[in-house]
């Protein structure tokens, strides 16, 4: 039975890993910004009682994330697999355009949120001799610039850096970093803006298009991960759900495949 810490886990990818992680048997630590979880969250999870709880935290600020990894130890005695999946948006703006809270929140949730989690599950986990370290990589990851989306992008090209030498830093003290590469998903992130207003991306047709070839639903990209990280012992491992193949695949059978997201 393994102990997991997921930030940013009240909805979409996190809530999704959330689930399949209690589904395997593990014991979980969900967080967000928000006082409590939602009543339909905990309706969700009703059958999980004991297996886990809710802990406020913003990860900008490195003491709440401090408190995220005390609480848990506290309550699990151990943390096996910590995640950095808390993550911001910014509108569908070119970045001049975008303003300075806008600015400020993706760079300190993205990158200093997550360079915050990482070093405070590191020095937890050396002190307790083993874990792993994952990250959640997105749209940028791989260097790919999409306008008006750049913002993000950039936070996402600094993250899979950091996790890279991180896992370089740790290499032979029993600790493990990785990266989640998720691929296109249906969640907020998409089709609302950071104040909850619809975005103006689905409002693209050429986008659309080709996210309905692309993405899937976070069920579908947690069921896939999950496994894969809790069989995982390498350091500096990509788990990587939308490969380029299949990515490719899609393409090709997208006259034959009707798929809808949005």
Known sequence: MKNIVITGSTRGIGFAMAKEFLRAGCRVTLSGRGENLSDAAQTELSSYKGKYVYIQCNVQDKA???N???VSLEQWGSVDIWIN??????PYLFSWETGEAYTENVIKTNIIG??????IAAAGMLKQGHGAIYSMEGLGSNNMIQLKTILYGTTKSALT????GLARELNGTGIIAGRLSPGMMLTDFITKTPDGDESEVISD???KKIFNILADKPETVAEFFIPRML???KNDVQIAWLTNRKAA????TAGTRKRKLI
């Not at 850096?161 to 890279?164: C, D, I, L, R, S």
């Open 64 to 66: 709440s994330l401090q």
């Open 68 to 70: 995220l990894w005390d």
């Open 85 to 90: 999946n808390a993550g911001q948006n910014a």
């Open 114 to 119: 997550m360079i915050f989690g990482s070093q």
């Open 161 to 164: 850096y950091f996790m890279k």
């Open 205 to 207: 047709e050429k986008f």
């Open 231 to 233: 069989s995982n012992t």
């Open 249 to 252: 695949w899609r393409f090709i």
